[in-house]
């Protein structure tokens, strides 16, 4: 039996063994969970070292590595030691440095990549001529969605006309949202075809 003949069957007894929940909870299942979180766990701890050794430990013991680099390495490697102290009782106030280090730069960079992407990135999006159909329907999705967002209480007799405004960008969104959910959907057909293509072209061979 050559490996690529064991591959097909490993992977046959784990789709099917996943499918049987579609019956019932059973031992099966919940054995190939338990290897599924287990061969991810052991995934992830093998990536984590090697980017430890590749982004901080060969470049601080190398010759030709600058000295500030150096001493980044070098201080990244210490932090993540300091976030093992969180294990002992008497040190675990010693892990605040590490990790407020991690969320302070994890929402910085959020926040810039959020401003950028969505923020100036759509406004420039939007500035565009009036020149074909979809233009004009960008241009005004977004204006009757803002409206929606800004003017949505509003009373009086511009609150009345922004109100409208407002309905027809809620119903944008909505058509937006369908979108997105169909979109979803069709993405996990698309897994659910594959593994089908899977099961009846490589193992079964029914189909060419």
Do not use: C
Request: no cysteine; aromatic share 10%.
């Amino acid at each position: 039996m050559s490996t690529v003949t064991v591959g097909i069957w490993i992977g046959v007894i784990l789709n099917l063994a996943v499918w049987s929940y579609l019956f019932r909870d059973n031992r099966v299942y919940r054995y190939v969970e338990h290897i599924f979180i287990g061969v991810s766990a052991g995934h992830a701890l093998v990536m984590g070292v090697r980017s430890v050794k590749t982004l901080a430990w060969q470049p601080m013991l190398a010759a030709n590595t600058p000295g500030v680099q150096r001493t980044l390495a070098f201080l990244s490697i210490v932090m993540g030691l300091l976030l093992y102290t969180t294990l002992v009782k008497r040190y675990r106030r010693i892990s605040a440095l590490p990790v407020g280090i991690l969320l302070g730069t994890g929402a910085g960079l959020s926040m810039g990549g959020t401003i950028i992407s969505q923020g100036a990135a759509q406004i420039k999006a939007t500035i565009m001529p009036l020149s074909s159909i979809n233009n004009v329907i960008i241009i005004v999705g977004v204006l009757a969605t803002m409206t929606y967002f800004i003017y949505g209480k509003a009373r009086g007799t511009v609150g009345d006309v922004a109100i409208q405004v407002g309905r027809v960008g809620r119903w944008i969104m909505m058509v937006g949202f369908g979108a997105a959910y169909g979109t979803t959907v069709m993405g996990r057909v698309a897994l659910l075809t594959g593994r089908v293509t899977f099961l009846l072209k490589d193992w079964l061979h029914i189909i060419k």
